[in-house]
Structures are given as structure tokens and as C-alpha cells.
């Protein structure tokens, strides 16, 4: 634990002026951004006695190590620059409303030749127009159903699309008049694009004109005497209407707007969102945060509007934002959502009528999230914590491990020899942060040695990282052989700078390394920390047979009850290194099985290839072809037709595979083991599921 006297600026360095501030801990990762009219003012606050601060705030300072600025010309400025800095370093201390990307939203894709109307989670993209959040999916397919009678535009996919071009007949939605079926040009381009603007302007509230319009059609279709088409036209009012009826008029007056309303205690705030467009509620979501620092309610409400707008322009951005209580100060909030939206945007509290009414209801929404937010998390944060402390008590550990890696070592029959590290911060994966690793120091099956050269990779490049002023070179792989990755996601990069706050490789130390095995691999991890100089992270292994928690230079294993807390959360990490670990060997496994002779025929692309294994069947026919008859195939000249000859010349055929049940060779004419229907890419193993697994480690 730092103490803030250690690094608190000297009288008179601050600059009275506005800006931005960063703290920053030992290992140079940005912790918290902030923002102040006059950055000395505001510093100031923190370095008071820690005995008058917030809980939180105090824990923030005493977790710095340094501070920072970056002075600018204007309050806008500084909001601007505070929201780029949170977005990019992703501080742990900030005021962060969980992520609405889980949310679904109507969108239109105006920028294809044909739009198409579907549902749509995540970033929003460029061209796109968006209608909500909803709280459901369902809620939006409901409604696209109805819409879909009177503005019958494109809803399918880009395959059933070609499909559908390819062999001249339009999918079911097409035959029932669901869809214009602009795929077999019952409808041109110009025509489809127009019915799109017609299905985005009465998803934006200008229900009006369409209504009249339907109304007086059905008027005159009765009065020249055709019934069906009035009838047509009535069903297409009445499904409109029903439409409507799904988000009842709340402001008489055609509003667009957006209310937020906020529920608070001493720890966290509930944030909710409903967003009014032509006097409807047209959608609705929340976010809950913890609070970080002693923070106002207009604070938690300049948070909740960054968050909220931060990506937007246009009129995305309405022209009236109603809150619970305003920033302080308003001007440089109430400007910045001028500028995203273009022109001028209202950000004030209701006083009166029927908008705060609604913003009364806005509010009873955000109390009751905060309740089931609370009443869901009380027992998992309580879990989490008896877990930590039940394993430094168990461990002899100084303080709870916040930060606990695994490491499993994954292979099969000493093929393919693979090891996963996973990270537990706060009880929770974080897999951003999961490294993958080829065993590269020898070859063959050999767990503690594996696990010895496992850790060292790791905590070498830990100390490099501690000790180096510039970046790692970009490569495939890592310096020593390690592939990031998050989730199953290989992710390559270079290693961030020092200064740039954001966490990098192998940058941020565990206060617990835990490996999946016992006392031979806890030894070689504990070895391995040993000889690397490293006296500050404990060690322990969890065997899989008895689920035994072994220490290094201990005889006897730790025995946690089975019912422990502590025992499960060790669990939970081996289980998903070990996870980890076995989905990247078999990847690594089934990518070996795929490969050909002619993928290292230098020259001869993926086209050529297929030509080649068409023409001639199979890789074995290949392999006893003439140059002449190579020459044959369509783009394959002489020099090819040779190198392609002296490459599989020198290539040793694959062995054929043989099922060890029953004795038979299993030939499939290419000289590629065969596969199973389930699992595309795995080689066939003899034995029951149970045997099979046992070769697998």
C-alpha cells in the first residue's frame, strides 16, 4: 500500500487551469481519469489525511503510485479527453456502467443495395439505422411481423439472398407478400430503398401520414366498388395500429427525448434510460455501477451521458435530455451534446406535467433494478470474498489473492504438447488476458518439465517487461512462443509501451499461481520462480484425483472440506485452464491432421490445389501421375507440374489409419485418416469415449 505523500506533486507544479488527471499504479497501469475545472483545486482533494476520505477513494490513492495531467483550453475539451482516456484505458477506480451491448436493436442496413430489416447487438455500424434498445428480441421480431404487411422490405440474410437470385424463386416471405422479393427483381433497387425510408420513417415516430394515407386509399378503393383491395388495405391499417399499440403515446406533444433517471446508495447507482421518440416510448435500458469515490447524483448523470452518447452524432443525439439533476457545471455537458448532435440539444429536470410523470416512472424502474441488482449480487460477492480468504487461510497467505493464474499442460500421447494460462481476478475470468503456449524446449511427453519451462517463459518476460523501456517486435508468436489469446481467440500484437497505461503481456504479476497437478509440477513451477530470482508469489498445485491443494516443500497436502468455497473457486480455475489448454491442443491437432503434401508446394495457391485433387481424385493418384498427365490440368504449367512432382516425391506417405478394435484399415483413397461426422478434423481413435479421453491430457 503506497502512501500518497510519497508522490503527491510539489506546491506550485499543478497548473490552475482546466485539464485531465491520471493515477497510475506500480506497474504503470492507469487506474483512475478524472477531469477539473482547475486541476490544483481538484488534486488537492486527494492528498488530504486518508482518514477524511471516501472508503474508495482512499483505496485509490493508497493503490497509485504516481500522478499525472494534460492541461487544455476548455471544459468541453476536458470532457471530450476524460471520455477518450476511459474508454481507452478502462481504469478500474472510474465510475463504469456495465456494457448495454447484450441489448437488441431493430436496425435497418441503408447501406446496402437492398436494406435489410433484422435485429442487431454490439457496435453499431456505419450506414446502419438503429431503432431502440428493446428489452427482447422477441419484442422487435413481434413487430417487424406486423410491419412487414405494409412495408414488406428485405429480411433475409445475404446467402438466402443469392440463393434465392441464383435459382429464381424468393423464399416463403416472398410468396405470402411479406417481402417485395427484390432477389428475383419483382422490385427495383430505386423502389425497395424507398419502401426501407417509408418502414425507418414510421419506426421514428411519423406514424401519422402513413395512417391518413392507408385510410384514404381504403376510402376509394370502397367507392369504385373493390372490396378486396379495401379489405387489403383495412388488414394493413389494423396491423399498424397493433404496432402502435405496443408502445402507448406518453407525451402528447410528438416529443423526442431521453429521460434518465438514477437510484443510488453509499456503494452503487442505477441507471435507466427510456428513450421517447414522437411522444412513444420507443425503447428502454439500464446500467448499474459502483461507486468509486464520493460522487454527486449530477456526476453519476455527466457519467450516464457520456456512456450514452460518446458514439453518437446526429439524431441519435435528441433534442431534450430530462435528468434527475444537472451537472455542475451544466454549460460544457450541455455543449458537447450540441456539438455530437449538430444542433441545439435541452439538458434540464422537469418540473411539472406529463414529463414528470414519466420521469417518476423513470425512476421507479431505476430503484427497482438497483433492488434486483443488489438482491442477485449480495450472495455472489459475499461468495467470491469467503472463497479468497478461505484459500490465504488455507495457503498462509498474507493478504486475499485478487489475481490468481492457472497453468495446465495439454497433449496427446506426447503429441502436440500445448500448455493454457488462464486469470482469476476478483474470483472472475478474465480472459483478455489468457495466454496459450507451445512447448518448444524438448520434444515428447514430460509434464514437470513442461511445467518448469512454462513458468520460466512466463515470469522471465514478467521481468523483462518490469525492466524494458521499448516494444516487443511484432511476430506471430511471442518471443519465447506464446500466443494471447481471449476466449478462443488468438490475438497477436506487440507488448504495449510503459507510458501507455494499458495492460500489456505478461506485465501484471498473480498473487497466486496455481497449477493443475501435484507435488512434482508444484515443485517445478516453485523451481522455476526460484532460479528467476522471483520470492513474492505463492505457489500450490490442485491434484485432480483427490482434489488435494499441494504446497511446494511440503510432504502432506492441504485438504480443503469439500464443502468449501475456497476448494471450488481452485476448482473452477483448473477446470478452465484445463479447458483452455485441451480446446488449443486439439486445434493444433486437428489443423496437423488437415494438412497436405501440396500446402508446402511453393508457388500453388488454394485454386490450383483444388484443380489438381479434382482432377485427379485423391493426394495417392496424384502422387503416381506422370509430369505429362499433371500438365494436363488446366493452369498447371511444366515448371509447376514438376515442383508439384519432386514435392510429393520427397514427402513420405501418410501411414493409413487402422481402428485397433477391429484391425481394419481405414483407407479413404487420399491418404488422410478418417474422420467423424461430429467431430470435423479429429482422427479417429479405437476404444470407448472413456479410453479415449484417457489418452488425452
Same mark, same amino acid.
Given at each position: 500500500?503506497?502512501d500518497?505523500s510519497s508522490?503527491?506533486?510539489?506546491?506550485?507544479?499543478?497548473?490552475d487551469?482546466?485539464g485531465?488527471?491520471?493515477?497510475?499504479?506500480?506497474?504503470?497501469?492507469?487506474?483512475?481519469?478524472?477531469k477539473a475545472k482547475?486541476?490544483?483545486?481538484r488534486?488537492?482533494?486527494?492528498?488530504?489525511d486518508?482518514?477524511?476520505?471516501?472508503?474508495?477513494?482512499?483505496?485509490?490513492?493508497?493503490?497509485a503510485a504516481?500522478v499525472?495531467?494534460?492541461?487544455?483550453?476548455t471544459?468541453?475539451?476536458a470532457l471530450?479527453?476524460?471520455y477518450?482516456?476511459?474508454?481507452?484505458?478502462?481504469?478500474?477506480?472510474?465510475?463504469?456502467y456495465?456494457?448495454?451491448?447484450?441489448?437488441?436493436y431493430?436496425?435497418?442496413?441503408?447501406?446496402?443495395?437492398?436494406?435489410?430489416?433484422?435485429v442487431?447487438?454490439?457496435?453499431?455500424?456505419k450506414?446502419v439505422?438503429?431503432?431502440g434498445?428493446?428489452?427482447?428480441?422477441?419484442a422487435?421480431?413481434?413487430?417487424?411481423d406486423?410491419?412487414?404487411r405494409?412495408?414488406?422490405?428485405?429480411?433475409?440474410?445475404?446467402g438466402?439472398?443469392k440463393?434465392?437470385a441464383?435459382t429464381?424463386?424468393?423464399?416463403?416471405l416472398?410468396?405470402?407478400?411479406?417481402?417485395?422479393a427484390p432477389?428475383?427483381?419483382?422490385?427495383?433497387?430505386?423502389?425497395?430503398?424507398d419502401?426501407a425510408?417509408?418502414?425507418?420513417?414510421?419506426?421514428?415516430?411519423?406514424?401519422?401520414?402513413?395512417l391518413?394515407?392507408?385510410?384514404?386509399?381504403?376510402?376509394e378503393?370502397?367507392?369504385?366498388?373493390e372490396?378486396?383491395?379495401?379489405?387489403r388495405?383495412?388488414?394493413?391499417?389494423?396491423a399498424?395500429?397493433?404496432?402502435?399499440e405496443?408502445?402507448?403515446?406518453?407525451?402528447?406533444?410528438?416529443?423526442d427525448?431521453?429521460l434518465?433517471?438514477?437510484?443510488?446508495d453509499?456503494l452503487e447507482a442505477?441507471v435507466?434510460i427510456f428513450?421517447?421518440?414522437?411522444?412513444r416510448?420507443?425503447?428502454?435500458?439500464?446500467?448499474?455501477?459502483?461507486k468509486?469515490?464520493?460522487i454527486?447524483?449530477?456526476?453519476?448523470?455527466?457519467?450516464?451521458?457520456?456512456?450514452?452518447y460518446?458514439?453518437?452524432t446526429g439524431?441519435?443525439?435528441p433534442?431534450?435530455?430530462?435528468?434527475?439533476?444537472?451537472?455542475?457545471?451544466v454549460e460544457?455537458?450541455?455543449?458537447?451534446?450540441?456539438?455530437?448532435?449538430?444542433?441545439?440539444?435541452s439538458?434540464?429536470?422537469?418540473?411539472?406535467?406529463?414529463?414528470?410523470?414519466?420521469?417518476e416512472t423513470?425512476?421507479?424502474?431505476?430503484?427497482?433494478?438497483l433492488?434486483?441488482?443488489?438482491?442477485k449480487?449480495?450472495?455472489?460477492?459475499?461468495?467470491?470474498?469467503?472463497?479468497?480468504e478461505?484459500i490465504?487461510?488455507?495457503?498462509d497467505?498474507?493478504?486475499?489473492?485478487?489475481?490468481i493464474?492457472?497453468?495446465?499442460?495439454?497433449h496427446l500421447?506426447?503429441?502436440?504438447?500445448?500448455?493454457?494460462?488462464?486469470?482469476?481476478e476478483d474470483?472472475?475470468a478474465?480472459?483478455s488476458?489468457?495466454r496459450?503456449?507451445?512447448?518448444?524446449?524438448f520434444a515428447?511427453?514430460?509434464?514437470?518439465?513442461s511445467?518448469?519451462?512454462?513458468?520460466t517463459?512466463?515470469?522471465?518476460?514478467y521481468?523483462?517487461?518490469?525492466?524494458?523501456?521499448g516494444?516487443?517486435?511484432d511476430?506471430e508468436?511471442?518471443?519465447?512462443?506464446?500466443?494471447?489469446?481471449?476466449?478462443?481467440?488468438l490475438t497477436?500484437?506487440?507488448a504495449?509501451?510503459?507510458?501507455?497505461?494499458?495492460p500489456?503481456r505478461?506485465?501484471?504479476?498473480?498473487q497466486l499461481? =496455481?497449477?493443475d497437478?501435484?507435488?512434482?509440477?508444484? @515443485?517445478a !513451477?516453485q523451481?522455476a520462480?526460484d532460479?528467476?530470482? *522471483? $520470492? #513474492?508469489?505463492?505457489?500450490?498445485?490442485?491434484?485432480?484425483?483427490?482434489?488435494?491443494?499441494?504446497l511446494?516443500?511440503?510432504?502432506?497436502p492441504?485438504v480443503?472440506?469439500?464443502?468449501?468455497?475456497?476448494?471450488?473457486l481452485?476448482?473452477?480455475?483448473?477446470d478452465?485452464?484445463?479447458r483452455?489448454a485441451?480446446?488449443?491442443?486439439?486445434?493444433?491437432r486437428?489443423?496437423?491432421?488437415?494438412?497436405?503434401?501440396l500446402d508446402?508446394?511453393p508457388?500453388l495457391?488454394e485454386?490450383r490445389?483444388?484443380?489438381?485433387i479434382?482432377?485427379?481424385g485423391?493426394?495417392?493418384k496424384?502422387?503416381s501421375a506422370?509430369?505429362?498427365?499433371?500438365?494436363?490440368v488446366?493452369g498447371?504449367?511444366?515448371k509447376t507440374?514438376?515442383?508439384?512432382? =519432386?514435392?510429393?516425391?520427397?514427402a513420405?506417405?501418410? @501411414?493409413? !489409419?487402422?481402428?485397433?478394435?477391429?484391425g481394419?484399415? *481405414? $483407407? #479413404?483413397?487420399d491418404?488422410?485418416?478418417?474422420?467423424?461426422?461430429?467431430a470435423?478434423?479429429e482422427?479417429?481413435?479405437?476404444?470407448?469415449?472413456?479410453?479415449?479421453?484417457?489418452q488425452e491430457r
Amino acid at each position: 500500500m503506497a502512501d500518497p505523500s510519497s508522490y503527491r506533486p510539489r506546491p506550485g507544479e499543478i497548473p490552475d487551469s482546466p485539464g485531465v488527471y491520471r493515477f497510475r499504479d506500480e506497474h504503470r497501469r492507469v487506474i483512475y481519469v478524472g477531469k477539473a475545472k482547475s486541476l490544483r483545486q481538484r488534486l488537492a482533494n486527494y492528498f488530504q489525511d486518508l482518514a477524511s476520505l471516501h472508503p474508495r477513494t482512499r483505496t485509490m490513492v493508497t493503490t497509485a503510485a504516481s500522478v499525472e495531467w494534460t492541461v487544455v483550453s476548455t471544459e468541453v475539451e476536458a470532457l471530450q479527453l476524460e471520455y477518450s482516456w476511459i474508454k481507452e484505458y478502462d481504469p478500474r477506480f472510474n465510475v463504469k456502467y456495465r456494457d448495454d451491448k447484450s441489448y437488441p436493436y431493430l436496425a435497418v442496413t441503408m447501406n446496402e443495395e437492398f436494406p435489410r430489416v433484422q435485429v442487431m447487438r454490439g457496435h453499431k455500424k456505419k450506414g446502419v439505422r438503429y431503432f431502440g434498445p428493446y428489452g427482447h428480441a422477441w419484442a422487435i421480431r413481434d413487430t417487424v411481423d406486423l410491419l412487414l404487411r405494409v412495408f414488406p422490405v428485405r429480411t433475409c440474410s445475404a446467402g438466402v439472398f443469392k440463393n434465392a437470385a441464383r435459382t429464381g424463386r424468393p423464399c416463403l416471405l416472398g410468396y405470402i407478400g411479406k417481402c417485395s422479393a427484390p432477389c428475383v427483381e419483382r422490385i427495383s433497387p430505386d423502389d425497395h430503398r424507398d419502401l426501407a425510408d417509408e418502414f425507418c420513417d414510421f419506426m421514428a415516430g411519423r406514424t401519422g401520414t402513413y395512417l391518413r394515407r392507408l385510410e384514404r386509399q381504403m376510402a376509394e378503393a370502397a367507392d369504385e366498388m373493390e372490396y378486396e383491395r379495401a379489405a387489403r388495405l383495412r388488414d394493413d391499417i389494423g396491423a399498424l395500429k397493433k404496432a402502435m399499440e405496443k408502445s402507448a403515446v406518453v407525451l402528447a406533444d410528438a416529443t423526442d427525448a431521453d429521460l434518465i433517471a438514477v437510484a443510488e446508495d453509499e456503494l452503487e447507482a442505477a441507471v435507466q434510460i427510456f428513450h421517447v421518440r414522437g411522444g412513444r416510448v420507443r425503447g428502454q435500458r439500464g446500467w448499474v455501477t459502483d461507486k468509486v469515490e464520493e460522487i454527486t447524483t449530477g456526476a453519476l448523470v455527466e457519467h450516464a451521458l457520456q456512456q450514452l452518447y460518446g458514439e453518437e452524432t446526429g439524431d441519435a443525439v435528441p433534442k431534450e435530455v430530462l435528468v434527475p439533476a444537472l451537472p455542475d457545471p451544466v454549460e460544457p455537458v450541455q455543449q458537447w451534446l450540441t456539438e455530437r448532435r449538430g444542433s441545439g440539444v435541452s439538458l434540464r429536470i422537469p418540473q411539472r406535467g406529463d414529463k414528470k410523470a414519466l420521469m417518476e416512472t423513470v425512476q421507479r424502474n431505476a430503484q427497482q433494478a438497483l433492488v434486483l441488482h443488489k438482491t442477485k449480487r449480495a450472495s455472489d460477492l459475499t461468495t467470491r470474498s469467503r472463497a479468497l480468504e478461505e484459500i490465504a487461510d488455507a495457503l498462509d497467505l498474507d493478504s486475499a489473492p485478487l489475481r490468481i493464474e492457472c497453468y495446465d499442460i495439454s497433449h496427446l500421447q506426447g503429441d502436440d504438447v500445448v500448455a493454457s494460462m488462464v486469470v482469476f481476478e476478483d474470483g472472475l475470468a478474465r480472459k483478455s488476458e489468457y495466454r496459450r503456449f507451445q512447448i518448444k524446449g524438448f520434444a515428447g511427453q514430460d509434464d514437470v518439465r513442461s511445467m518448469h519451462e512454462v513458468i520460466t517463459r512466463r515470469f522471465r518476460r514478467y521481468l523483462a517487461e518490469k525492466e524494458k523501456t521499448g516494444e516487443w517486435a511484432d511476430g506471430e508468436d511471442g518471443a519465447d512462443g506464446t500466443e494471447a489469446g481471449g476466449g478462443e481467440q488468438l490475438t497477436d500484437g506487440p507488448a504495449l509501451k510503459d507510458d501507455d497505461g494499458r495492460p500489456k503481456r505478461f506485465a501484471y504479476p498473480p498473487q497466486l499461481v =496455481v497449477v493443475d497437478g501435484g507435488q512434482p509440477q508444484v @515443485a517445478a !513451477a516453485q523451481r522455476a520462480l526460484d532460479e528467476l530470482g *522471483i $520470492d #513474492d508469489i505463492a505457489v500450490c498445485g490442485l491434484a485432480k484425483r483427490l482434489e488435494e491443494v499441494w504446497l511446494p516443500r511440503e510432504d502432506d497436502p492441504v485438504v480443503l472440506p469439500r464443502t468449501s468455497e475456497g476448494l471450488y473457486l481452485l476448482q473452477r480455475v483448473r477446470d478452465e485452464a484445463h479447458r483452455f489448454a485441451i480446446t488449443y491442443q486439439r486445434a493444433k491437432r486437428a489443423k496437423r491432421f488437415r494438412s497436405s503434401p501440396l500446402d508446402d508446394v511453393p508457388g500453388l495457391g488454394e485454386t490450383r490445389r483444388q484443380a489438381l485433387i479434382k482432377h485427379f481424385g485423391s493426394v495417392k493418384k496424384l502422387r503416381s501421375a506422370t509430369i505429362d498427365q499433371i500438365c494436363e490440368v488446366p493452369g498447371i504449367g511444366r515448371k509447376t507440374a514438376e515442383t508439384v512432382a =519432386v514435392a510429393l516425391a520427397r514427402a513420405t506417405p501418410a @501411414a493409413p !489409419a487402422v481402428n485397433t478394435a477391429t484391425g481394419e484399415i *481405414i $483407407d #479413404d483413397e487420399d491418404g488422410a485418416p478418417e474422420t467423424t461426422a461430429d467431430a470435423p478434423g479429429e482422427p479417429v481413435t479405437a476404444g470407448t469415449p472413456d479410453e479415449r479421453r484417457g489418452q488425452e491430457r
